[in-house]
């Protein structure tokens, strides 16, 4: 069973950082892309990030494009999010998800996996 446990989230002013982190279990972390994705309240889970399996393989929304990073450790079986300069916009759940194929893709419907989320407030 694939489980996926996020951590790093919380309460930030806006112009700071955070470091999401993202630990899985249950199958070869390696072979699979990943991906971050995040709602805001009263709205859609949308597409924030995704790595694929191959090294260098990423992909952002616009609205995050240099501003956050996505990586990953194989050998700790781990994806992180690196988020600079949050805006109050970016307030969310964020989710990480784990699609069954080393291909990432930006779609929600892709990702067979999901954490539970964790809380980013971003304050003015």
């Known amino acids: 069973q694939v489980q996926l446990v996020e951590s790093g989230g919380g309460l930030v002013q806006a112009g700071g950082s955070l470091r999401l982190s993202c630990a899985a279990s249950?199958?070869?972390?390696?072979?699979?892309?990943m991906g971050w994705f995040r709602q805001a309240p009263g709205k859609e889970r949308v597409f924030v990030a995704a790595?694929?399996?191959?090294?260098?393989?990423?992909y952002y929304t616009d609205s995050v494009k240099g501003r956050f990073t996505i990586s990953r450790d194989n050998g700790k079986s781990t994806v992180y999010l690196q988020m600079n300069s949050l805006k109050p916009e970016d307030t969310a759940v964020y989710y990480c998800?784990?699609?069954?194929?080393?291909?990432?893709?930006?779609?929600?419907?892709?990702?067979?996996?999901w954490g539970q989320g964790t809380q980013v407030t971003v304050s003015s």
């Open positions: 249950g199958r070869t972390f390696s072979d699979y892309a």
């Open positions: 790595m694929s399996a191959i090294v260098g393989a990423t």
């Open positions: 998800a784990s699609r069954s194929s080393r291909f990432a893709r930006t779609s929600r419907d892709e990702y067979d996996y």
